[in-house]
């Protein structure tokens, strides 16, 4: 039987990535979009084929195996606890939720009610990544030091500048991505420093963050987040690592699979992927997840974790201070 799959909101760029992914992978049917932005909602059931539903709640009597969670940051965790509380497994829209007690919510309702919880993280399916870790557990680079880090983009404008709705700007949209890396490649974090301003845009509402990461294993990381790259540049932005161990350094760009288009008839230069669809294989191994009762890959605890160091950013950032990271 194909899995039966909905999306909840298209208020997230992403969304669109991942309903293009459900009409890629064998014995999935994408049942529906639901969205409280009707005119919104029904051009996206229209492009990808698919039935508009008015109400979330419609959408989940429609005998859903999982949903996608792509409404505005603050709104996850209703959207969230209402696919769980009808047992329909979740992949959520990062970050998590806009503030810890949300996101221990989400992970602890899913857990109770037997449903899949994954964060939308899709960094860490990268080959090139999955290799540098290797790399890192097998000790090849030595004890790690220290690790510069970088995930620059646009600005998307609309929500994304409420911090009623986004929960913060640059820092939150694009801190999380980068956290979940370090974590997976230097455990648990102990505190973090964090100066963040809004000197590109001069909006009300953080367009730059430079973050100092303390582990409790002694390495420390770096990580600009920021919306720093122009609407005219080549592509959206970028997530890369610098790796410093006591043997060896390894530097990973994430997207360096590019190659550069120079169009007459758009008038404009962008770079165009080549390499590994990550949202494809991210979204692949959720169903996949769900579909064979295994733990999923990129779990709810994972988002949490990743939230509590922007969380922890925005605190030093106001008090001046180093701030620990609560996880709990």
Known sequence: ?????????FAHLHANSYAACLRQIPDVTLVGIADDDPARGQARAAQFETRYFPRY???LDASLDAVIVCSENARHKDLTLLAARAGVHVLCEKPLATTLEDAREMVTVCRER??????AFPCPYSPAFRHLLQAVEQGVLGEILAVNSTNHGRNPGGWFTDRALAGGGAVMDHTVHVADLLHRLLGPARQVYAEIGNGLAHQPIDDTGL??????????????????R??????WGDVTLHVIGTRATASLDLFAQVATLYSESEQRVRDLGWGPNLDLLMVSDFLEAV??????SVTGEDGLRALAIALAAYE???TGQPVPVRYA
């Not at 122009?230 to 592509?235: I, K, S």
């Open 1 to 9: 039987m194909p899995l039966r799959v909905g999306i909840m909101s």
């Open 57 to 59: 709640e419609d959408l």
């Open 114 to 119: 037997g449903v899949l919880l994954q964060t």
């Open 211 to 228: 973050l100092t990461i303390d582990y409790e294993n002694g390495a420390f990381a770096t990580l600009d987040t920021s919306w720093s």
């Open 230 to 235: 122009p609407r005219v540049f080549t592509t």
């Open 291 to 296: 579909r064979t009762g295994r733990p999923v």
């Open 316 to 318: 030093s950032a106001r």
